[in-house]
């Protein structure tokens, strides 16, 4: 049986065009997230995450559902979940 450990997602490299890579928290990811998605056009985002209307509640969707965001042409937003701790 696995350990609940391994699905705990508290921590996550967040990887930006032209940034250095991040550490970030969850809450810190989800600000990031929303900030980024009230930047983007509605029509832009991806069919799934268009069916919520908050953008509190794409930001939630996008982590638990998906590792990268397509923010334009030649641009990325990638976070992965990491274990900081052992």
Do not use: H
């Not at 969707?61 to 998906?66: A, F, G, K, M, R």
């Amino acid at each position: 049986m696995p350990n609940p450990l391994m699905y705990q997602q508290d921590n996550f490299v967040v990887l930006e065009t032209n940034q250095p890579e991040q550490f970030l928290t969850t809450s810190e990811l989800l600000e990031k997230l929303a900030n980024t998605l009230q930047q983007l056009p509605f029509d832009d985002l991806p069919p799934d995450v268009q069916k919520f209307k908050l953008v509190s509640d794409q930001a939630q969707y996008l982590i638990d559902t998906s590792c990268e965001l397509d923010i334009g042409p030649g641009k990325y937003l990638q976070w992965y979940a990491v274990r900081l701790e052992k």
